[in-house]
């Protein structure tokens, strides 16, 4: 008899799991990041959606909301590690325009300069790698915004990049 249930349960979950609204059932873990390098010091920061459904990211310490905190690490060309030197803000929960939806197969996209929060004054090669992710991500619509204890993190994988800084222009 208890097995009986057990598998009577099994069946009901099955079910309930395969008939969920397909908009909220899209995994917004599938989310796509890449790096592309710009002009010496400047990157372009893209977040692509290959699911079937839009999804909604927290633009916090990315940067589609500009500098107010990093998810880079910065290399310098000793191997050192840069600190970042921007400003960090302690927040509470996000409101509904911190966010940005990112359509089924769309992509969103930023354009920064790490000089203006990394010292990168000495020549040479920088190296730059993701190392924090998103701190909310959802595809569903109804739960944006949420407060930071109902937060779903995702981790990104971006790869890293290679910036080549030359020596400063003579004046």
Request: charged fraction near 20%.
């Amino acid at each position: 008899m208890t097995r009986l249930l057990s598998v009577a349960a099994l069946v009901a979950l099955s079910t309930s799991t395969c008939m969920q609204d397909p908009q909220t059932a899209a995994s917004p873990s599938a989310l796509e990041c890449r790096i592309e390098p710009k002009a010496s010091t400047e990157i372009r920061f893209v977040l692509s959606n290959p699911s079937q459904a839009p999804v909604w990211v927290l633009k916090w310490n990315t940067p589609l909301e500009g500098w107010m905190g990093s998810i880079f690490t910065v290399t310098g060309p000793d191997g050192t590690e840069l600190p970042y030197t921007g400003p960090m803000v302690k927040r509470g929960d996000p409101s509904r325009d911190e966010y940005v939806q990112i359509p089924p197969g769309g992509e969103t996209d930023a354009e920064v300069d790490l000089a203006n929060v990394y010292d990168l004054s000495k020549p040479g090669r920088y190296r730059l790698q993701v190392t924090g992710g998103i701190a909310d991500l959802t595809a569903d619509p109804a739960s944006v915004p949420r407060p930071r204890e109902q937060h779903q993190g995702a981790e990104l994988q971006c790869g890293e990049v290679t910036l080549e800084v030359g020596p400063p222009a003579p004046n």
